[in-house]
């Protein structure tokens, strides 16, 4: 298994910003995937997540109404937009899936809010 998260980077505060996870070693469409993120001193915590099919979604209470979580199984990608991001989205993000009992994760990809 193989995660390989991409599109991390500096924003201003009220910004977009895409991030991309490219996956690979596994059968992607069969697989429900999430997004994390740990922020510096702070735990890891679930961001979002997306059924195998990609029509369920969920989001934590904090990136609700301004994170989107999509995915493209012919791509065997699984992407966050990020609107309107503010300071405390500062975190490395992380892709995760979890497959056949075994969590995998990417290197995760840094995303810095600030003016």
């Known amino acids: 298994v193989q995660l390989v998260e991409s599109g991390g980077g500096l924003v201003q505060p009220g910004g977009s910003l895409r991030l991309s996870c490219a996956a690979s070693g596994f059968t992607f469409s069969i697989y429900a995937m999430r997004w994390y993120r740990q922020a510096p001193g702070k735990e890891r915590e679930w961001v979002a997540f997306i059924n195998s099919g990609g029509y369920i979604t969920n989001y934590a209470d904090s990136v609700k109404g301004r994170f989107t979580i999509s995915r493209d199984n012919t791509k065997r990608t699984v992407d966050l937009q990020m609107n309107s991001v503010r300071p405390e989205d500062t975190a490395v993000y992380y892709c995760?899936?979890?497959?056949?009992?075994?969590?995998?994760w990417g290197q995760g990809t840094q995303v810095t809010v600030s003016s």
């Open positions: 995760n899936a979890a497959v056949r009992g075994n969590e995998s």
